[in-house]
């Protein structure tokens, strides 16, 4: 089988290329309805041009999220699930907008995080399509608008359609040394606002009611929560608050995030966060904190380390060393994983300096990538799906 799919993808890797570059130059920042919304009709029409069903579903506040699905599918037989996402970090007015290459490496605005990987999933189920395999498979391949702020708009389409899956791939670059991923930590991003006693701040007595001292005591607090060796990490990302530096601030705001690689140490964290706030340092302040965004941890357990096997075994037949690692960042693998299912992160591409404008590409790991996908899904296929 490796032959044929090598063939395949060595005759269609210009287009692979050409397709990259397409929807790389189209701004799909997570804000920018229209642009995600551009990217996902180029993607629609390429999958319809081989007989995949899309089903486009309308989003107002983000772009529209996508399920491919194979006729299987879309007849109701469980199967496998494929997941990637169209959105970005960088807004129009970065600047960042341009597709270059070198003798290595590609450039441009989510040419690694993760164009790669929906060309990767594209170009995958066309080979298994050329192959004449894809007409017996169940497969449904998200591509999903809002990743990047934490799939508040595509959560639940990810859940319902994990649900009915046996085994899920996520198509994330992988790691800048070739790893797998095979768990991720939780994160949570919460708004503090704390409210005190506006004044003169020539005329203030001994007990000063100002929001951003107490927004200082409670950020020192968060700061103590850190726990390197539990996977637990707090951040103060923005601070904003008062009005001049002759009065004494009524208001104060910090926007805070807390990762974690254990469901109980969120919890935990979460509880000291709301006791801090219901507790305040400074006196006559009060203090409220709410969710912003929270995605739960992939917790790396036995179904998962199964389906790594697999791919392991797939690589190790076909002459690829595949080794895995966990990750500090999420993905939408987090949220697959909650449902029982395996999964495994990272099969796309190599990339790296993800988020900044020196994001790249290595060239020649997206054939090899492509190929590899498209032996696994395969292999998934036939051992956790076609004896059920």
């Not at 990259?20 to 920042?29: C, D």
């Not at 070198?102 to 298994?128: H, S």
């Not at 595949?322 to 591409?349: E, F, L, R, Y």
């Amino acid at each position: 089988m490796i032959t044929e799919v090598r063939k395949f993808i060595a005759a269609h890797e210009q287009e692979m290329v050409s397709l990259l570059q397409k929807i790389v130059e189209i701004n799909s920042y997570t804000g920018n309805k229209s642009g995600v919304d551009a990217v996902a009709t180029v993607i629609q029409q390429e999958c319809e041009s081989i007989g995949l069903h899309v089903r486009r579903e309308a989003r107002t506040e983000v772009g529209d999220n996508l399920v491919i699905e194979t006729q299987l599918h879309k007849d109701g037989v469980k199967g496998l699930l494929m997941c990637g996402h169209m959105d970005t970090v960088f807004p129009p007015e970065l600047g960042f907008n341009s597709f270059t290459q070198d003798a290595t490496n590609f450039y441009g605005p989510g040419v690694a995080d993760m164009k790669c990987g929906l060309v990767v999933g594209i170009y995958l189920l066309k080979a298994l399509d050329a192959l004449g395999l894809l007409q017996n498979m169940s497969i449904a391949f998200i591509c999903n608008s809002d990743e990047e702020t934490g799939s508040t708009h595509s959560a639940e389409l990810i859940l319902q359609e994990a649900e009915n899956s046996f085994a899920g791939f996520v198509l994330e670059s992988t790691k800048e040394g070739g790893e797998l991923v095979i768990g991720r930590k939780g994160r949570m991003t919460f708004e503090l606002e704390v409210t005190g006693k506006a004044g003169h701040a020539g005329n203030v007595g001994a007990h000063k009611a100002s929001a951003i001292l107490e927004i200082a005591h409670q950020i020192q607090a968060y700061e103590a929560l850190n726990d390197i060796e539990q996977g637990t990490s707090v951040n103060v990302g923005t601070v904003e608050g008062g009005v001049g530096a002759n009065t004494v601030a009524e208001k104060a705001r910090a926007i805070v995030e807390f990762r974690y690689s254990k469901k109980e140490c969120g919890d935990s964290v979460w509880k000291a966060v709301q006791e801090l706030a219901a507790k305040p340092f400074t006196e006559g302040t009060t203090c409220s904190v709410k969710t912003m965004t929270a995605r739960p941890p992939m917790v790396t357990n036995d179904a998962i380390l199964g389906l790594y096997d697999m791919v392991k075994e797939v690589g190790t037949k076909y002459g690829y060393d595949i080794q895995c690692a966990h990750c500090g960042g999420g993905s939408d693998a987090n949220i697959i994983s909650q449902t029982g299912i395996p999964v495994i992160d990272g099969i796309g591409p190599l990339g790296g300096k993800l988020h900044s404008v020196e994001e790249f590409l290595v060239s020649a790991t997206i054939p090899e990538r492509a190929v590899l996908a498209t032996l696994v899904v395969a292999k998934a296929w036939e051992q956790y799906c076609c004896s059920k």
